[in-house]
């Protein structure tokens, strides 16, 4: 397989491509990023110090990383996929041995001006190593056993290697984005069935085995469950989060407090306010109002990408943008059912507003490539 | 290869289709979040809004009283004391600063607490900070009675842990301290407890092995703040539940008396019970005031603790390791007995040394033994029969013996940095060293040098099994809230009785026999005799100059460079209740130094308090009765009772 099969005559060239960026995502992120520094200055009490400062700088790297993903041809990111995959399996098994061994348990690699953590850098390379394969599977081969079982065997290796880190939250993005992105390829749906079906055995056996000497799971993450189902049980301990956050969100009603007048999100006891649990914040003083239009931008977000996505006649640059707006949609779901206590305690940031820089790197990398898939798209 | 356009078509139909379905999902979902924030936000608006805003309610963690530790007699070794401190909520204060200068006109405040209590805020913005820490009931009073115009200033009353034996516990109890950021850092899912300013959880020994049982768990209060931050009442209470108390198996006074007694040397002894395996006294000398880590220490404190050559922080009872010289004799003599490579009556020839492989390896008496059978052999620690057995029976031999006896091995006990020590092994030596195992090696260790290193715990079990024939194990927990703990009684070895009987009756002779290296420190009293080994172990090689010049006496040796000196015993000889294990580091010989140490330990053990001057020899009597004076005076414990049990 090579570049040619795409139309490269098409394709603007040089300086020309920065005119057929796709500026209206751009803007939608740079928004969303936005309303983060917004978001960190109130909950610093009013001052860019400690978290919107770095956080500016950070959102700065990451778009101008993304410009330059984009001017790169599309082609060059699906001929390196299976190498990046590689590459991040191999620093994944390498925290994993010298992590626990000579790092003291680091799950993350110093760069100097960030830790990378392997297990974010597979959420980008696991969605692009899956388009590629699909690029290179031949149709009808789709949906033949064999065929299914290799990205089903590339999808769990890593989910392993986070799963016993321990990372509950990251392992269920990824096997949810690849799983994404088999549906989207036109794996049968028989296949999908059956996997829901073992999930709920999964499920159950888990519950099965608490206590008993083949425990699947650690103490604290069964916690972390029960506390999901009942709140209440222990209000001060793993249920704090929970309750003082939803007292946060009610606390806002339609309109909210007004920007900076927020107290619950505030509260003593609540060590994430800045990263996972920020939403509270917006809610508390945005209100409803605030609250549904973030959920507006990021839904935007998702609708510039499906439709770029579905208008590329590029079975590679189809199936990356999906899957990167799969796993961006994943993000901000997961995080805000948390919060809203829909969901359990998992570790989930909101994208592109929660304080870090791992995880903004990472995104604004994937949006490169959903970027240059849009910028080399055949036309 | 270009794709066949039909294959393109089809694709991107496929995906099309599948794309919007997966976009309708997503949709969905999208509409149940919509629809859930609207139920918290619109709907419930109200009723959180009423939790929120118009109470401002808070929950406060009511620390819980953390368990005590009581000896084995039920005298308090660690308890909770009531202080009294001055908390400062940042976000009540308003400008810190100011807040902090109208206090310091009501009560003196620490410059070097207050710049803690600035770093702290420094680090975090929300967590209140302790400004002032130990102050008296009338400094408390006084900031109570102007609290209106403190706006943030919280008096509160807490407990604190102290040690009322601080010096003669200090390795074994350890010490509580704040928790530091590094211990936040270590814990996965913090206790809520564990964010309370300055709350104090074990750092080392028995307070942080134990930390779960001790802790306890925190109780709550809700109570109802005004606009203004002032506590209108409080709702409810929910008391917590007080750390379990712990008893230990030591008697604090056999525990003094043993710190009185190594005062000055840098050396350490263990006493445990044959019968339980109960620890009765661990002492690592020196100590240092554990009080003194409760709040804080100073950095000059500290490091004139880590500057001491003394070296009084390390539990040398049970993470110092040492080589165990003659006193691992025993284990070389029951391994090749064991496995049939001699028998008691064997005897070997001592020219004073012995040829191996071209090398000669001497015995420390240089004229030589001549015959020497068992007996003598340990009575009077004769290196060369030790070298002929294990050359007999070989290093697999004995070190799987050291490791039954319980040398070699991890004791499991509550405490800090428990040593392994070492017991040589062919493979250990290649993996480690990379390097063959050479019949020297095996020469060496057979008489406790070289490689083989033992903690003075190891000792004492080796000690205690020999003299039980079982498995008896180190128990340092007694009870937990009164629960009795399992004992370390132990089962059987499956030892020949034969061979165990005769390695006794040699240990016997070395002290109750006029040629024993012990019979100096003998214990005369009828029915109380111990049975003991000598050992002095070598912390230089002696160089070939130096032999031929004639080696240089200890005492003209800097301290650094003497020899270890130990001593190993059981007693009463033939109903054994209490084994002991002295080391002295840098004493010079165990026969002149370890031994009536060992010795006046045991008589303690045996007696539970100061014995008879008849158990000692006559002739030591006089001496013996200005020393017991002494220490009594020394031991700031002695006779006025502890603090009891409540």
Known sequence: ?379 | MKRPKRDTALSQRHITRRGLILGAGQAGFLGLLAWRMRHLQVDQADQFRLLAEENRIKIRLIPPARGQIFDRNGLVVAENVPSYRIILEREEAGDVEDTIARLGQLIALDPEELERAREEMRRSRIHPVTIADRISWEELSRVAVNAPALPGVRPEVGLSRRYPMDQEYAHVLGYVGPVSDYDLDKIDAPDQLLLIPRFQIGKIGLEAQREDMLRGAAGTKRIEQNAAGRVMRELDRREGVAGKDIQITTDSNLQSYIHARLEGESAAAVVMDCETGDILATVSTPGFDSNLFVRGISVADYNALLNNKYRPLPNKAVQGVYPPGSTFKMVTALAALEAGNASAVDTVYCPGHLEVSGRRFHCWKRAGHGNVDLSRALRESCDVYFYEMALRTGIENISAMARRLGLGVTHDLPMTSVAEGLIPTKEWKRASRGADWVIGDSVNSSIGQGFVLTSPLQLAVMTARIATGRAVTPRLIKSIDGVEAPTGHGEDLGLNQNNLRNIRRAMYDVSNNKRGTAYRSRIVAEGMEMAGKTGTSQVRNITAAERAQGVRRNEDLPWERRDHALFVDYAPADNPKVAVAVVVEHGGGGSSTAAPIARDITLQALYNGDPPLEAYPTADRGRIRTQQEKLRDARPHHGRPLSDRA
């Open chain 1, 1 to 379: 397989m090579s570049y040619l099969e795409y139309s490269v005559k098409s394709v603007p060239t040089g300086l020309r491509k920065i005119l057929y960026v796709n500026w209206p995502l751009a803007v939608l992120l740079t928004t969303v990023a936005c309303v983060g520094f917004l978001m960190l200055y109130s909950v610093a009490g009013g001052s860019a110090d400690p978290w919107m400062d770095p956080q500016m700088k950070r959102f700065g790297v990451g778009f101008g990383l993304m410009l330059a993903v984009a001017m790169v041809p599309i082609w060059f990111w699906r001929n390196i996929a299976g190498l990046a995959y590689v590459i991040s399996l191999a620093l994944l098994v390498a925290v994993e041995l010298f992590g626990s061994i000579g790092m003291g348990a680091q799950r993350w690699i110093d760069l100097g001006f960030m830790r990378l953590q392997p297990s974010e850098l597979m959420k980008i390379t696991l969605v692009m190593a899956l388009a590629a394969y699909y690029d290179w599977l031949p149709m009808q081969k789709t949906s033949r056993p064999v065929w299914v079982m290799i990205p089903i065997v590339m999808i769990l290796v890593p989910v392993y290697l986070v799963l016993v880190q321990p990372d509950l939250g990251t392992s269920i993005l990824l096997i949810t984005a690849g799983g994404g992105i088999m549906f989207l390829a036109g794996v049968h749906w028989a296949y999908f069935a059956a996997v829901i079906a073992a999930g709920i055995g999964l499920v159950t056996a888990v519950f099965q085995s608490r206590g008993t000497d083949w425990q699947l799971l650690a103490d604290y993450q069964f916690r972390r469950i029960d506390t999901f189902l009942d709140p209440s049980q222990d209000p001060l301990g793993a249920g704090y989060h929970i309750t003082q956050s939803k007292i946060a969100l009610g606390s806002g009603g339609w309109t909210g407090r007004g920007f900076m007048q927020g107290t619950q999100s505030r509260l003593n006891f609540l060590p994430e306010k800045h990263t996972d649990f920020i939403f509270t914040t917006l809610a508390e003083e945005f209100g409803f109002i605030g609250a549904i239009s973030l959920l507006g931008l990021y839904a935007l977000i998702i609708v510039f990408c499906i439709s770029t996505a579905v208008t590329n006649r590029d079975r590679f640059s189809s199936l990356l943008t999906l899957g990167i707006a799969a796993t961006f949609f994943l993000f901000f779901a997961v995080n805000m059912s948390m919060v809203m206590g829909l969901a359990p305690v998992v570790g989930v940031p909101l994208p592109l507003v929660s304080y870090g820089g791992s995880a903004m790197l990472i995104l604004m990398l994937g949006f490169g490539m959903v970027q240059s898939a849009h910028v080399h798209k055949p036309r």
